[in-house]
């Protein structure tokens, strides 16, 4: 049977501190970690499966590792609210935060409001947390009308000019997956991120320029063409 005890130790056993130096280098906060790759926490994860009071242990250890073991194995239907703050209040470093986005926050009946809130927060990686949420939110939510997520331009343009850089390439992120989505989002994002590149604030005109380069590309009008043709 799969233990918080056993699993932490099972982790600590496989540290590679050669890796935990290197994280710096992608950005990664080298605190707390033991330096273990996705391919062995996606095989613990598998042998676990679902265990939503496992993970709420793991993420409590405060080491890295067993945070995004916790993201791995948590059931999204049974994580709340206040699971949410609490768990989104511990985040500091880009791939904790993204990880907690894609394996469970879009997945929650309360992503929708979070995104909302998490976009106000005076905490980088909270606010990062907000639109790594809308972006992974963007792609996996089929069944969402296009027109609901218009509504978080506001959102986007009142973030951009935060030059935080985890803030400002999540963002960015958000924006160019909004504006992926549809011919229709594509038009609307296009013009936001042209409003962007006009800006006096430097993150707002980075923002804007990459996303109008990617957006406005011959691949991704293609792709959305003949999506739309199908």
């Not at 391919?39 to 499966?49: E, Q, S, W």
């Not at 005109?205 to 991704?220: N, Q, T, Y």
Request: proline share 3%; aromatic share 6%.
């Amino acid at each position: 049977m799969a233990t918080a005890k056993r699993i932490l130790a099972e982790l600590k056993r496989h540290r590679d501190p050669t890796a935990v130096r290197g994280m710096a280098t992608v950005g990664i906060n080298p605190e707390n970690s033991y330096g273990i790759g996705m391919p062995r926490l996606m095989a613990t994860a598998k042998r676990i499966g679902t265990n939503h009071s496992l993970a709420q242990e793991l993420w409590a250890s405060g080491i890295r590792d067993a945070r995004i073991l916790a993201t791995m194995v948590e059931d999204p239907s049974l994580v709340t609210g206040r699971q949410m703050d609490s768990w989104a209040r511990d985040l500091n470093s880009w791939d904790v935060c993204d990880s907690a986005c894609m394996r469970v926050f879009w997945r929650t009946k309360d992503a929708r409001r979070k995104i909302a809130r998490w976009s106000r927060s005076r905490e980088e990686f909270v606010k990062r947390a907000a639109f790594s949420l809308l972006a992974f939110l963007t792609v996996h939510d089929k069944k969402a009308p296009d027109n609901e997520f218009e509504k978080y331009f506001p959102l986007i343009a009142r973030a951009s000019t935060d030059d935080r850089n985890y803030v400002t390439k999540a963002v960015n992120w958000a924006l160019r997956t909004i504006g992926k989505r549809s011919l229709s989002l594509n038009t609307a994002a296009v013009k936001v991120a042209a409003k962007l590149s006009n800006s006096t604030s430097k993150s707002a005109r980075w923002i804007g320029a990459d996303a109008l380069r990617e957006l406005k590309s011959a691949k991704v009008q293609a792709r959305l063409r003949k999506r739309e043709a199908l």
